[in-house]
């Protein structure tokens, strides 16, 4: 079991940026990857965007496209989630998910560890 810890979310105006980080306790697999789910009140959790570690390929739901960024630093086992011009929309608890995804990265199922969730809150 991967470890994780999420940190940077937070009140923000809508417009804004803010940036999330997540520092995992070590990878595993050779197909390792982390990403970023979020929750909204009444809702089902949904896939945000994630990173498969070895070959830094990126993936993005639709609706955070050109707005979201996730990158990865392997010094310190920790990915980002850089997220700018910030919408009401936006609002939700964010998790941090790390695993070794051998099938759709997208799917929450296939990620093994998890964080304990950050909330961010897009004021309009």
């Known amino acids: 079991q991967v470890q994780l810890v999420e940190s940077g979310g937070g009140l923000v105006q809508a417009g804004g940026s803010l940036r999330l980080s997540c520092a995992a306790s070590r990878r595993t697999g050779s197909n390792y990857a982390m990403g970023w789910f979020r929750q909204a009140p009444g809702k089902e959790r949904e896939f945000v965007a994630a990173?498969?570690?070895?070959?830094?390929?990126?993936f993005y739901t639709d609706s955070v496209k050109g707005r979201f960024t996730i990158s990865r630093d392997n010094a310190k086992n920790t990915v980002y989630l850089q997220m700018n011009s910030l919408k009401s929309e936006d609002s939700a608890v964010y998790y941090c998910?790390?695993?070794?995804?051998?099938?759709?990265?997208?799917?929450?199922?296939?990620?093994?560890?998890w964080g304990p969730g950050t909330q961010v809150t897009v004021s309009s």
């Open positions: 998910a790390a695993g070794n995804v051998v099938g759709t990265i997208t799917r929450s199922t296939n990620f093994g560890s």
């Open positions: 990173i498969r570690w070895n070959i830094g390929s990126t």
